[in-house]
């Protein structure tokens, strides 16, 4: 376990490791592991061959620990000197009865535990008791007091994900109907113009037309006195 430790924190000091992973490093007790990891929040033991937790250090921030799949069958006290444990997964190890667990109600904050295929699941009125020892608790094996399963992280991760995604596709349906309005407005200011256009050919034309009239009547009176002229004349 103590290779695995140093590997796992690749040369960093050990004050600045907040997750730890030892799963499957094959150890029947804790070695290694110091309270120098005082910033460490979440440590994983999964599937590593502890038959006990002797030697378990104080970790003050530590507030996720996974320990299922091992063979621990008690000793939990020394998880005392980890105040902030909210989550721990004790799920296939060897824990028989309801009194092995009594050292976790000095955990306050301890919310989430589960204990799935170990032999206390089976005595009778198994989750009413384990409640009733752990007052903070707020979920035993994924369940709470009301049997209303818990809800999934990854899941409500998603929900905010697609109404993130839902608001951006809102704020882009807005943008293409403004955009649509402002097409529209652009459509009747150049139909606008157009009829503004029109209006003043016809006007043109109109002036052209008079035009000729007064053409054609000082014509005909330049013709009327050239007429009356050779009259005279004769």
Do not use: W
């Not at 306050?108 to 535990?113: C, V």
């Amino acid at each position: 376990m103590e290779k695995r430790i140093e590997l796992e924190c690749r040369g960093r000091p050990v004050g600045e490791i907040h997750e730890l992973n030892l799963d499957n490093c094959r150890s029947t007790q804790i070695d290694g592991l110091t309270d120098k990891f005082e910033n460490l929040e979440m440590l994983s033991l999964i599937n590593a061959g502890l038959t006990t937790l002797k030697g378990f250090p104080s970790l003050p921030k530590l507030k996720k620990l996974e320990l299922s799949d091992n063979r621990i069958s008690g000793g939990l006290n020394v998880l005392q000197g980890c105040p902030k444990l909210m989550s721990i997964n004790l799920s296939g190890n060897k824990i028989k009865d309801i009194e092995t667990l009594g050292p976790l109600k000095e955990l306050k904050e301890l919310q989430i535990l589960d204990l799935f295929n170990c032999e206390v699941t089976n005595i009778e009125e198994y989750r009413t008791k384990v409640f009733q020892l752990l007052p903070s608790l707020l979920y035993l094996d994924g369940y709470d007091k009301q049997n209303k399963e818990a809800e999934d992280e990854d899941g409500d991760d998603s929900s905010d994900l697609n109404e993130s995604e839902d608001g951006e596709d809102g704020l882009e349906d807005e943008d293409e109907d403004e955009e649509g309005v402002d097409d529209e407005n652009s459509e009747e200011e150049e139909e606008e113009e157009e009829g503004e256009e029109e209006d003043e050919e016809l006007d043109e034309e109109e002036d052209d037309e008079e035009e000729g009239e007064e053409d054609g009547e000082q014509r005909g009176v330049k013709r009327k006195l050239e007429d009356e002229e050779e009259e005279e004349d004769s």
